[in-house]
T-cell receptor, first 112, second 108 residues
Framework: EPEVTQTPSHQVTQMGQEVILRCVPI?????FYWYRQILGQKVEFLVS????????KSEIFDDQFSVERPDGSNFTLKIRSTKLEDSAMYFC??????????FGPGTRLLVL | KNEVEQSPQNLTAQEGEFITINCSYS?????LHWLQQHPGGGIVSLFM???GKKKHGRLIATINIQEKHSSLHITASHPRDSAVYIC??????????FGTGTRLQVFP
């Protein structure tokens, strides 16, 4: 069964460093999303992406964040200069049309 | 104020019990989603519904649009059902607005 994959599963970085989180959505899906979950809190929407552009972003998704679909299969989330409060589980999701979203296993990011 | 509220926050049950998790929302929605988050963190979509009722195996989800309320029922609960169950809504766009989740533990 097709699934969304994410790499790495865990990432530890120093404050101020750049990180790139990678996702491979399900191949025929057209809509892509990033969510994050700070430990002990609810899942929060970051950004949605369709037709090679951002379709919606949250207040959390400030200038430090960017997304890209560089090669038609990968979907990446870049955090330019990480802060302590960026420590969270980051989930990628994809959907074929605007309906059920399929989530990846997540990347646990720890900023020291 | 949270747009999506769930109750209870935590739920403990004996194997075989019938379980109900409730979700109330305060915004207009196009669809309501029930998801399951495993202890390792992975999230799986269970249901997406905009009216009525859906059933999949031992899981049943209902929604009352007028009352802005949904329930997730698990019949004949089993220890493998232990997880966090999350209610989320989508509005005009496809972004999901999540509730805080209900942690369910089913004991043998």
């Amino acid at each position: 069964e097709p699934e969304v994959t994410q790499t790495p599963s865990h990432q530890v970085t120093q404050m101020g460093q750049e990180v790139i989180l990678r996702c491979v959505p399900i191949s025929n899906h057209l809509y892509f999303y990033w969510y994050r979950q700070i430990l002990g809190q609810k899942v929060e929407f970051l950004v949605s992406f369709y037709n090679n552009e951002i379709s919606e972003k949250s207040e959390i998704f400030d200038d430090q964040f960017s997304v890209e679909r560089p090669d038609g299969s990968n979907f990446t989330l870049k955090i330019r200069s990480t802060k302590l409060e960026d420590s969270a589980m980051y989930f990628c999701a994809s959907s074929e049309v605007v309906q059920t979203q399929y989530f990846g296993p997540g990347t646990r990011l720890l900023v020291l | 104020k949270n747009e999506v509220e769930q109750s209870p926050q935590n739920l403990t049950a004996q194997e075989g019990e019938f379980i109900t998790i409730n979700c109330s929302y305060s915004v207009g929605i196009s669809a309501l989603h029930w998801l399951q988050q495993h202890p390792g963190g992975g999230i799986v979509s269970l249901f997406m519904l905009s009216s009525g009722k859906k059933k999949h195996g031992r899981l049943i989800a209902t929604i009352n649009i007028q009352e802005k309320h949904s329930s997730l029922h698990i019949t004949a609960s089993h220890p493998r059902d232990s997880a966090v169950y999350i209610c989320a809504v989508s509005q005009d766009t496809d972004k999901l607005i999540f509730g805080t989740g209900t942690r369910l533990q089913v004991f043998p």
